[in-house]
């Protein structure tokens, strides 16, 4: 684990944005309880490769029209219990720091790895979680009788 210190700009990156932060088990149970709308799990890391375009490119597709109802993130390496928790949720998708996963009334519909983080601008990465926020969590207008 690194020092606390160190990584308060990395999780206020997040925070900033409008992220949740979780820290226990029992938060993320509380978050992901609520089975309606979207909500988006970030798992930050300290990793510079994946993590320093994987931040701002969170915050850029965050600014788009169409974006989760609900947004969280949880600390790989530091807040281990509540990272543990939240992969459990994403079911048989291998453990990944960064990553990105974006559920749908409760179920997981798009998860991006650190191996399609890493290779990545943060524009890159905001286009694609952009994408799947239009997809997934944009909303319906219907038509007035």
């Known amino acids: 684990m690194y020092p606390e210190l160190l990584i308060v700009p990395m999780r206020e990156e997040l925070t900033r944005a409008g992220a949740k932060e979780l820290r226990t088990a029992a938060e993320v149970d509380a978050a ?5 709308g979207t909500a988006l799990v970030v798992v930050n890391s300290v990793c510079g490769c994946a993590a320093g375009k994987m931040r701002p490119g969170v ?7 169409a ?4 947004v969280y993130t949880v600390f790989a390496g530091q807040d281990r219990e509540a990272t543990e928790r939240a992969r459990e949720l994403f079911g048989a998708v291998p453990p ?3 990553s990105l996963a974006l559920f749908r009334n409760g179920e997981l519909v798009h ?4 191996s399609e983080i890493e ?3 943060a524009q890159d990465i905001a286009s694609r979680l952009s ?3 239009e997809h997934f969590c944009a909303k319906t207008v219907e038509a007035n009788s």
């Open 32 to 36: 992901l309880a609520d089975k309606n």
């Open 59 to 65: 915050r850029l597709a965050l600014q788009s029209a």
């Open 67 to 70: 974006r989760p109802d609900r």
């Open 96 to 98: 990944s720091s960064p």
């Open 111 to 114: 998860f991006v790895p650190r």
């Open 119 to 121: 290779s990545r601008t």
């Open 131 to 133: 994408g799947a926020f």
